[in-house]
């Protein structure tokens, strides 16, 4: 992921009279260049607010700063309004400079920190929220591999900007809308339906889905819309759904498995939701003939000239665990 690049916070700045533009020729100072960041993050990104919070400042540092650079350049080079800044014309000429020079100053450290050091620093992931099933086994690993890099994961089903957000790397799953971004598929997952040894003595197993009438449900209702999820089966190549009675409904796959290890019904969820359970021998899987094939995990990041080994090497390692899926990378764009 790209990154904007670092420099120390502007020190204050007490104006007397009106700050003449810098002359011509004068060799940028630290302050300039903070002032540069911050302009350039704010103009990507349309708000103070929103720069603020990727440069890891308040609002009004990144105003202040962007302020001071207008009076030493003498012109001003944002129009702000109570929703929105914009670029002037002046500004955006300046931005367009300021974006390579800055790209190009991101350039020499990274390859200079690249060849000289193991991956470190901290690495923001977002994932699903049931996304913790699947990721926190892999990171014991991890850590003892790249005891330097700092793993910061967010664990929700919001839609975040990657770049916007400060992200380095999401994980999602389903249909993902257009992008620019790098993808890896990392592992395919699918609904199983399961119930413990408990259940299955005193009420038999199903041997078809239709069978599921005679049994005790635990359905999964979402949390956005309340409404219970349908339990997806196939047969004879043909997909169908079916909404069984809830004996029990919870808008908490964690609360609904661990009603179905207790013993309290059957219940459909995703088959790495259940996977240590079902090893431990906690639950059974049954109508395994009738399932499919539900969707794929997959790991997207902007692309970069020269890509954070912290970065590779989660890539890497996360992919490597989860396995069965070609390892090819692409330029995600939807159909």
Known sequence: MTHMTTVPSPTP?????????????????????????????????????????????????????VMRLEAKLG??????????????HE????????KRMLADLEDAESE??????????????????????????LVPEFR????????????????????????????????????????????QYGPVVVGSPAYFAGHGEPATPEDLEGHACIRFRSPTSGRPAPWCFTRDDHSFAIDPHAALSFNDMEAVLAACISGLGL????????????????????????????????ILWPPSRHEAPRLRAFIDHIASRLGGLPSHEVRFRAA
């Open 13 to 65: 700045h007490v104006s007397h009279g009106s700050p003449a533009a810098t002359p011509i020729g004068t060799s940028p100072t630290t302050e300039s260049l903070s002032g540069m960041v911050a302009f350039v993050r704010a103009a990507e990104t349309g708000s103070f607010v929103a720069a603020g919070r990727a440069l890891g400042l308040s609002a009004s540092a990144v105003g202040k700063s």
């Open 75 to 88: 012109v001003q080079l944002l129009n702000r309004t109570t929703r929105r800044i914009g670029l002037t």
């Open 91 to 98: 500004g955006a000429r300046f931005f367009a400079r300021c």
């Open 112 to 137: 200079l920190f690249n060849s000289t050091s193991s991956p470190r620093g901290r690495l923001r992931i977002s994932a699903p929220s049931l996304g913790g099933r699947l990721l926190l086994p």
């Open 144 to 187: 003892r591999r790249f005891p330097d890099i700092e793993l910061d994961i967010d664990f929700s089903d919001r839609v975040v900007d990657v770049t916007q957000e400060g992200y380095d790397a999401v994980i999602r799953t389903g249909r993902l809308a257009d992008s620019q971004l790098l993808a890896r598929p990392l592992a």
């Open 267 to 298: 219940a459909c969820v995703p088959d790495f939701v259940a996977k240590s359970a079902m090893e431990g021998g906690l639950l059974r899987a049954v109508l395994g003939e009738h399932m499919r094939t539900e969707g794929t995990f997959q």
